[in-house]
């Protein structure tokens, strides 16, 4: 069952950001979902999960989200962002991803995982590969063009993190295809200069993802989500409406919901103020007809709810505003008057 609109559900009070929802097998129980941020906390730089996480993922659960998605988790060991950053690319990954899931399963929420890889924004010694050989800016190293095997190997490496998230218990899987990152490197014009069948014109910038969605779907059957940058900012850069038409696309493929996040190919200034990426998220959901999240200072009930409720979106992502208040669902709640019921060792606090 997918359900996409915004009736107010019997017996969700007035609310509509603390409906369900429920895409393929997975039923969130409200709309709010905690955007994936890099914690860079594996103090081992194995990429393994530490106690850090498996305190600051199951609080979130506690205090209330429907939906906890993993920071970005790294497919192979070059594509990390940072030496810190959590690994998926090998199976000594797995036991500690696996008590993530427990743990977060054990709270009532759902847990997902952004698999990613960050091409020529990866912070490591050593080279780093890129579609092509431009560094971000002058404090970047210079990536090396990746190799027709590389790429290849590449997106096998995504593949091969789906098969490991599935074994850890995810509930869903997010693919990181914006933020300037390793996929977003590929779509964007600015950063893509191959001329190979990877690079080129719209089709061939899109190829790499498309493979990536071909294969990771070949071996993950529950839902499937894209973060994309909607909008590059820049003169030549990929615009909102290039992304309804990859929107589109990913919907054909069986991609179930558009993350909504704009910017970070290239440098270039961004103008933000509180919901400033919503329309996107609105654009791509009115005319791919995809449900979308929308990200990127949500911070008020109030405001989840208008996006929720005027179907501008179908999640709101946070982050800013869940590090800072990690109960913010249960003062969402009580703002919108809706009853929640809380854990009953905290019911003494909340009623």
């Known amino acids: 069952m997918l359900w996409i609109g915004t009736a107010r559900k019997e017996g969700y009070g007035l609310s509509d950001l603390f409906s369900p929802l429920t895409i393929r097998n997975m039923t969130l129980k409200n709309r709010i979902v905690m955007s994936p941020m890099c914690m860079y906390s594996c103090d081992d730089q194995d990429g393994r999960v530490m106690a850090w996480h498996k305190i600051h993922y199951p609080a979130r659960a506690v205090g209330g989200v429907g ?26 990954h797995l036991d500690g991803l696996k008590e993530l899931v427990e743990l977060v399963h054990s709270q009532d929420a759902k847990i997902g995982i952004q698999i990613a890889h ?77 001329e190979d069948e990877y690079g080129g014109d719209k089709d061939r910038r899109y190829r790499f993802l498309k493979e990536v969605i071909e294969g990771v779907r070949a071996v993950w059957q529950g839902p499937l989500f894209v973060r994309i940058s909607a909008n590059d900012y820049a003169e030549g850069g990929l615009t909102p409406g290039d992304y309804v038409d990859y929107a589109l696309r990913m919907k054909e493929q069986g991609v179930d919901l558009i993350d ?54 179908d999640l709101v992502l946070l982050a800013r505003e869940l590090l800072r208040d990690p109960y913010w669902p249960r003062g969402a709640a009580k703002a919108l008057g809706v009853e929640l019921e809380g854990p009953r060792q905290y019911r003494r606090a909340w009623q």
């Not at 509180?274 to 329309?279: I, K, L, R």
């Open 67 to 92: 939906l906890i998605i993993v920071e970005a988790t790294a497919v192979t060991a070059q594509g990390r962002i940072s030496p810190y950053d959590l690994g998926i690319w090998s199976d000594r």
């Open 118 to 194: 960050a091409g020529r924004k990866a912070e490591l010694d050593g080279p780093v590969i890129a579609p092509t050989a431009l560094p971000f800016n002058e404090r970047y190293k210079t990536p090396e063009e990746m190799t027709a095997a590389q790429v290849k190997d590449t997106i096998r490496a995504f593949i091969d993190a789906a098969e490991r998230a599935k074994k850890a218990g995810f509930d869903c899987i997010e693919i990181h295809a914006a933020h300037g990152y390793l996929i977003n490197q590929f779509l964007s014009p600015l950063s893509n200069r191959r």
């Open 260 to 313: 909504c996040s704009s910017g970070a190919v290239v440098p270039a200034p961004i103008k933000t103020y509180p919901g400033y990426q919503v329309p996107y998220a609105e654009k791509i959901r009115r005319e791919s007809g995809i449900l979308t999240g929308a990200v990127g200072l949500i911070t008020t009930p109030e405001q989840a709810e208008e996006i929720i409720g005027n179907g501008r979106a």
